[in-house]
């Protein structure tokens, strides 16, 4: 694996599930592999699981590990070719990736959606500048667009999880007081439409995704009818995608946060998120804390889903 940014990278997915078991029985069976190979992970943006459950993941692997928070201690950096650097960013992203790149054999890269500008967050020019130009593998740990690792840990909890073949996966909009990238439901979408399962996209109009993210899932407005039947419960915020209400929060209606009288509108479901989450925001306390509530065992497999991704990019490096 050269890069992941999307789900094509991964390839097939039931080959990518099963390697994942493989690691999950045995996180230190491949400790040779990483020996003197060394992950910088740059973060343009916080994190608390990707930022931890990556370097975990490495460390299984026995590689060295550097991290740099670019708005803590770096210069800052400007982003765009052509611009006059006579404002307060002190280096451009052409000379720092090179020389970052020189210190490291694999990058991994945070850099969220501006959400100023549809066009320039979708190009993800932060992202791709570092795959056009550091000549290391790169990884995303979620950009403007997608959230690859978060879906392919999603992903895994499910296959963990499902009592069904082809079960019925939901992902609702819920409210949230700050507008919020799309990375995590189009990702979402993208792994989701990448199976056979049943996929339904619930939110309030306005907060449409985009067309190549949505796929062939099944689009339902009723947020409670989308919940009939369901097998599993995928809450999320996002901010709208469309046209010139791009970035905005278009709605904080707390009639779409994801309570017990809705679940038991499901078959039963499982509640995910991916975390950070704001209770009796998106989802009550009694959800969240219920039997049925995935999101620990979500983010435990973050671990899971980058080491496998790491794996396969030091197997390359070979
Ligand atoms: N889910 C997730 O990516 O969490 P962090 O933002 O804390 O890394």
Known sequence: MKKFTCVEDIGDLRLAVAEA???????????????????LMIFFNSSLRTRLSTQKAAMNLGMNVMVLDVNQGAWKLETERGVVMDGDKAEHLLEAIPVMASYCDVIGVRAFAQLNDRVEDYEERIIEQFIRYSGRPVFSMEAATRHPLQSFADLITIEEHKTKERPKVVMTWAPHPKALPQAVPNSFAEWMNATDYEFVITHPKGYELAHEFVGNAKVEYDQRKA???????????????????????????????????????????????????????????????????????EAENREISAQVVLKRILENLK
């Open 21 to 39: 078991m493989v690691v999950k029985r045995d996180r230190f069976a491949f400790t040779e592999l990483g020996k003197n190979r060394t992950l």
């Open 227 to 297: 919940f009939e039947g369901a097998d599993f419960i995928y809450a999320k915020n996002w901010s709208a995608y469309a046209g010139a209400d791009y970035g905005k929060v278009l709605s904080t209606d707390r009639d779409w946060t994801v309570d017990a009288d809705k679940m038991a509108l499901t078959n039963d479901a499982f509640f995910m998120h991916c975390l950070p989450v704001r209770r009796n925001m998106i989802v009550t306390d009694e959800v969240i804390e219920s039997a049925k509530s995935l999101v620990i065992r």
